[in-house]
């Protein structure tokens, strides 16, 4: 019976595995190990967990305000971990197998309007380096729907001002992206100035002050600043510049699968809740303008 040591030692193997075989990000390495410390808290014994306990720390963590969504991503690492387990160490059985999360209720992303996009991000063409470098990476994020990670990881090789980008997204899958009008000129803006920030030798094409590859949560900063200086009353995050590409481009174009492609979704079920986005945009004008749907 292997026990609780042996048990974190098992751990760190597998992530060890998960780090440089499947390349999965940093982040999504630190959840896998929260949500394996968890088990090893609960149980002495890998081997000899029954689906019963399983389903009793589930239902631990679930009263202790776990929502669904992170039951799920739970459960999920820890069946993997015996996949693992029972691939690499003998184990007999998987107890994961089987149990599932409660279902949530799933939030329809936030998008701003195209009107509350545009005052976003129209002007700001003059002003310090880093302010230059802002205006670049939010019109990328808007224009390419690009997520954070992926506009991060971005190097000054990619030449995104040349009117396309390959990113590396999730599942390590490559997409390349157009990169609109307004973009490709505030990246040329940005790229004239950006030997005056950025260190001697670095790659990047986005810095931060100290002229080092810029971090995901200070291109969050800086987006919330930004924001707050044009007025707006939402708390705009670098997702929600996606959601918006994703939402806009859907309203003009109507075309799903060419939207689940330039977002890189595996499956079209994740970019389908843009549909729902969509219909409430109409439904609104519907209300509005209807003389059946006005109120009295």
């Keep these: 019976m292997r026990s609780r040591s042996n048990g974190a030692a098992l751990s760190a193997e597998y992530l060890d ?3 440089h075989q499947r390349r999965l990000s940093p982040a999504t390495l630190r959840n ?3 949500a394996i410390g968890l088990l090893l808290k609960e149980t002495s014994s890998l081997e000899s967990l029954e689906p019963a306990d399983a389903r009793r720390y589930i239902a631990r963590l679930h009263a202790k305000g776990a929502s669904p969504r992170t039951l799920a991503l739970t459960l999920s690492a820890w069946r993997g971990f015996y996949r693992w387990l029972a691939r690499h160490h003998g184990f007999a059985a998987n107890p994961v197998l089987g149990i599932r999360a409660p279902k949530a ?3 329809l992303p936030k998008a701003l309007s195209v009107e509350a996009a545009q005052r976003l991000l129209d002007g700001e063409f003059e002003g310090s380096p880093l302010n230059l470098q802002d205006a670049a ?3 990328l994020l808007y224009s390419s729907g690009l997520r954070v990670g992926e506009l991060v990881a971005l190097d000054l090789a990619d030449q995104p001002s040349q009117g ?3 990113v590396t997204g999730k599942g390590s899958k ?3 992206v157009p990169v609109g009008a307004k973009a490709r000129a505030a990246l040329e803006r940005w790229l004239l100035v950006r030997t005056e920030v950025c260190t001697t030798g670095e790659t990047a094409l986005f810095v931060g002050a100290r002229g080092r590859r810029i971090t995901p949560s200070r291109v969050w900063q800086r987006l919330g600043a930004w924001a707050r200086r044009r007025g707006l009353a939402e708390h705009v995050h670098p997702h929600m510049l996606r959601h918006s590409f994703a939402s806009h481009m859907l309203q003009s174009s109507q075309d799903l699968r060419a939207v689940q492609e330039l977002l890189g979704h595996a499956s079209i079920s994740t970019t389908q809740v843009y549909t729902h986005l969509d219909f409430q945009a109409l439904a609104k004008v519907y209300d509005a303008a209807h003389p059946r749907a006005k109120k009295k």
Excluded: D, K
């Design 174 to 176: 490559t997409r390349t």
């Design 164 to 166: 396309e980008v390959t």
């Design 32 to 34: 896998y190990a929260r």
């Design 137 to 139: 990476m939010f019109e």
């Design 17 to 19: 595995a998960l780090r």
């Design 105 to 107: 209720a799933r939030p």
